[in-house]
Structures are given as C-alpha cells and as structure tokens.
C-alpha cells in the first residue's frame, strides 16, 4: 500500500508563488503516475498535473497550464507541483494522489493524500 502527504500549502498574495510537496511512502509500484488534483469549495476535483514516476513525463491539465510544474525526486520518494503567479481562484484544497494507469481521470487513481490548502488573498 501507498501513502500519500501533502505539506507547503498557505496563505500567500496574487501574484506570488508556493511549492507544494508530496511524500510517498509504503510500497511503491511500476509504471505508475503521480498527479495533482484541486477541489474548492462546492466545485469537482479537477486535475492540475501528472508525471510519470519513472521516467518523468508530465502532462497538464487547462486550470493552470503555463503556472505550474510538476516534478519528481525519486531518491527523496516525493513529488512536487510549483505553482506561480497565484490568482485568488486558485484558492483550493490541493491533492496528491497516485494511479498505476497513464490517466488524468481521478477515478481511476487509487491512493490519495489528505491534502493541503493554497489560500491566494488578492
């Protein structure tokens, strides 16, 4: 099994940048995907980004494509999203979560963190 923790999450201002980070640990498995998920209030889990963890391919999703980076320290069994140029409707409970398929769909990842919350004030 997986687990998942999210830290780096804060209050930060428009404009300004965070990086967030995921710990994995347990047993890890082959071929999966690392991803980024954001849900605010009364809106649908949406996805950020994916890497794959073992050769490092990423892929975005529209909410922040060109403000976020995602990445991986394979010794250090974490992965990280940065996110810059913060806008207060980034303002979500943001997600770590893992999925053995090449996916952005949540459904299909199967371990999840508790997540952090990205409060952006104008």
């Known amino acids: 099994q997986v687990q998942l923790v999210e830290s780096g999450g804060g209050l930060v201002r428009a404009g300004d940048s965070l990086r967030l980070s995921c710990e994995v640990s347990g047993r890890t498995y082959n071929h999966y995907t690392m991803g980024w998920f954001r849900q605010a209030p009364g809106e649908e889990r949406e996805f950020v980004a994916g890497i794959r963890w073992n050769y490092g391919t990423t892929y975005y999703g529209d909410s922040m494509k060109g403000r976020s980076t995602i990445s991986r320290d394979i010794a250090k069994n974490t992965v990280y999203l940065q996110l810059n140029s913060l806008k207060p409707e980034d303002t979500a409970v943001y997600y770590c979560?893992?999925?053995?398929?090449?996916?952005?769909?949540?459904?299909?990842?199967?371990?999840w963190g508790q997540g952090t919350q990205v409060t952006v004030s104008s």
């Open positions: 979560a893992a999925s053995s398929l090449w996916t952005r769909d949540a459904r299909m990842f199967d371990y």
